[in-house]
């Protein structure tokens, strides 16, 4: 079956320093979203992304994140001047259609820790 | 706000048992989606149930949907250890938009 790839699977970085976060979603999907995981938080949504543009961001997305798919195939969250609240697992995930009543399917992850 | 509040936090059952847990939600939903995260892992989606929709199966597991309460809850029947996991409910609160909103989880051990 075909499954949404992260890479890498960790990441630690110090702060202050720009991080890419890499995202492969499933090939025939048009719709991709990042989420984050703070530890023992709920998972809060960060960003959806469709026809190479941002279609919706949270309050937590801010000009410190950008994303960017800059082939066919990735999609790439970018945190441009790390700090230590930016220690999390985050999520990428991905959706055949924008419609609202379709499953977002999620990769396992990459946790990230500023230090 | 706060969208998608499980309870229990936390489950412990043996082998054979039903598992239910609950979500409360505040704002109006589009539709109601149930996850499954085990340790490390990323979520896998397991159930999806329409706002106008009050009961849906999928094998061993059974959701209800309470809009007038702003409520619904996963079964799982039959548990076994594989189902250790934890449990997210997650809504999505627009027509047009996707973004999901996750509650804090409820963490379930099943043991044999």
């Known amino acids: 079956e075909p499954e949404v790839t992260q890479t890498p699977s960790h990441q630690v970085t110090q702060m202050g320093q720009e991080v890419i976060l890499r995202c492969v979603p499933i090939s025939n999907h048009l719709y991709f979203y990042w989420y984050r995981q703070i530890l023992g938080q709920k998972v809060e949504f960060l960003v959806s992304?469709?026809?190479?543009?941002?279609?919706?961001k949270s309050e937590i997305f801010d000009d410190q994140f950008s994303v960017e798919r800059p082939d066919g195939s990735n999609f790439t969250l970018k945190i441009r001047s790390t700090k230590l609240e930016d220690s999390a697992m985050y999520f990428c995930a991905s959706s055949g259609d924008r419609g609202s009543n379709q499953p977002q399917h999620f990769g396992d992850g990459t946790r990230l820790s500023i230090l | 706000s706060q969208q998608g509040e499980e309870d229990p936090q936390a489950l412990s059952i043996q082998e054979g048992e039903n598992a239910t847990m609950n979500c409360s939600y505040k704002?109006?939903?589009?539709?109601l989606q149930w996850y499954r995260q085990n340790s490390g892992r990323g979520l896998v989606h397991l159930i999806l149930i329409r706002s106008n929709e009050r009961e849906k199966h999928s094998g061993r597991l059974r959701v209800t949907l309470d809009t007038s309460k702003k409520s619904s809850s996963l079964l799982i029947t039959a548990s076994r250890a594989a189902d250790t996991a934890s449990y997210f409910c997650?809504?999505?609160?627009?027509?047009?938009?996707?973004?999901?909103?996750f509650g804090k989880g409820t963490t379930l051990s099943v043991s044999s």
């Open positions: 997650a809504s999505t609160v627009n027509q047009a938009g996707t973004a999901l909103i």
């Open positions: 992304f469709y026809n190479n543009e941002i279609s919706e």
């Open positions: 704002t109006s939903i589009n539709n």
